[in-house]
DNA sequence: CATGAATGAGGGTTCATTCAT
DNA sequence: AATGAATGAACCCTCATTCAT
């Protein structure tokens, strides 16, 4: 609770400490007294810096989608053969699974419970993933980045679903193997 | 003798109105008696029927579950060569996109919400669902049935994210493909 | 459930199951569902004997009243000397306490759940106990019929409300001694 | 700074306003909104004062219990003899007759409505109750004090009932003449 | 800036009662 | 006579939001 820091600034401290809230509960079961209360301030300091709860979850969405692809871009830029940045996203995946589960959840409330006509969002950061998953193989073809999106969304719900019974390192052997034989190929 | 209506048959007649509700505001926001208004029934009909909204709710994952399995089966069961079931299973996925959109958020909802306590429920059918896919496919390796249940849901979702601009007909290429690959190599 | 009934006489034998139902639940925490269920009987049924919840209560309250006094007469009736008759007085209340109690918190019931407007109902009942005492005591000042009518009241309550710690036996023998006393002031 | 009101202050203000409401209506009887009405708040205030239906129902009791300690031992210290003793208890009974009905009923509506396993609570208060009327008498006889307190029960549950026929007066003269008796048999 | 008291609509659920059968 | 399906008001309680301090 620093006292004279920047308005703004202070605004993602709030931010960043509800991510884990809203991907644990989802946007309809977290109460704004929760939040005041798991973040120590009162519900008042909430609507100072957020005009509504459907702000605070935009805000959010906005700030997990900057942070996340920031972090892939990362994460993944030291790879520099295709084999091993085939092998980095893979295991970049392996190891954010969580963190892409929550990403789900979110995205999934943000376009259920938020006002219907379609904000763009979201969408224009699924548009990133897929062109940093293209630069990253090194593809053409943006039907393959998007297909390791299908994989990654489907894997961390699917394991949600029948809690963790598929393996990570089976589906990712699949994968792995699918790609390389395309590479060899020449069409990847 | 009582109002001439079978109650079983009522019950499942009310359940079968509630799929849809379900599947689009979800668990949460969906109230009793924003269903019994969407079923033009009273809250009290409702409670008549089901003893509560989570034994609704159970019901209701129970009745879809069963359906689409049994849609699944009769589907696919003309199909006879290998690449004719792959062909008829995706075009199965294809046409029952929206019906998988809602499972998917059905189920998701369902263990978001129910009490923590891991009920079998949803777990069940998605091994059903494995085992039906690996007969379909005649292989031993339950990785790739898991493959194919990973692919349905990524897709449904992403293509949910994105406003539809994933392409059904581009990922079924690469579905078909990747199984054409394992075909040649055996494991299939 | 005989079938060839007379109706009077069906629905006393509902009413007198319906006793210890609303002395233990109490009369805003009996449904008529439960009623229905406790009695095996359908609440259609119940509609069929009985106009309404209240008119339930109603009779019920004459009934247990008529009962009661009914019982009170013929176990006191072989009596003959005084002190005889106390104590078989006495002993009546000890035996019929759960009764008494159940009695009370009826008539508390009635009163404060039924229409306001003061009807007479149990007040007749208790001039009439009065009067049974008053008799029985052969006195004729009302003041000690009442007083061993308010020493029962009482007696009940306490031990319900401090769980069976005031002793039976400890009250009895005050008042006899009291009684007796009196007797020989020639003032009984 | 939050709005200038002290909240355990208010909350007992709430409070004292919610003793006539229960003894009139009953536990089962009152809703959260009648009370609302009747305190001119609405229910979400006495959800942020109180808990529940019930925990505002157990802190009533509480408090009910101390006040009405407090106000007897107050009201009765000043007498000196034994025979002033007596009649300021039995004035004290005399005045304090509608707020003893209340205690009955509430604490009767306690052991009915709240939830079974026995909790202390009145019971505490009744034997101080009872210990405070034995040191007033001078009598080490715990059996007379608890007539006592079997007597106020039984007198101010048969005037509710008969709807005051039974005089206060007429019962008190009773009460003192026993008082008396013992007296003079020693046993006070 | 920050607080938390206050609101009232809406959540799940129960209930006395009606009525077609 | 007897059933139980149907109703909708009212139950306890939670919530996002406002605003005086």
């Not at 991510?19 to 100072?48: C, N, P, Q, W």
């Not at 871009?73 to 030291?78: F, M, N, P, S």
């Not at 393996?167 to 699949?174: C, I, P, R, T």
């Amino acid at each position: 609770m620093p006292k004279v820091i920047d308005h703004d600034e202070y605004r993602e401290e709030l931010l960043s400490q509800c991510l884990e809230l809203f991907a644990r509960e989802g946007y309809g079961a977290l109460s704004m007294r929760k939040i005041a209360d798991a973040l120590d301030v009162s519900t008042g300091t909430l609507y100072h810096y957020f005009s509504s709860k459907e702000d605070l979850f935009h805000q959010l969405v906005e700030v997990i989608t900057c942070q996340d692809l920031f972090d892939a871009e990362t994460a993944l830029k030291d790879a520099e053969t295709l084999d091993a940045r085939i092998d980095a996203l893979l295991r970049f995946i392996e190891e954010r699974e969580s963190s892409f589960l929550n990403q789900v959840f979110i995205w999934m409330d943000y376009y259920r419970n938020i006002t219907p006509e379609a904000e763009p969002g979201p969408r224009e950061a699924l548009i990133e993933y897929e062109e940093g998953i293209a630069r990253l193989l090194g593809t053409e073809d943006p039907e393959i980045a998007r297909f390791i999106l299908v994989m990654m969304n489907g894997l961390v719900i699917q394991r949600y679903l029948d809690g963790g019974r598929t393996s990570l390192e089976g589906q990712s052997a699949l994968i792995r193997d699918f790609l390389i034989q395309r590479k060899a190929k020449g069409s990847l």
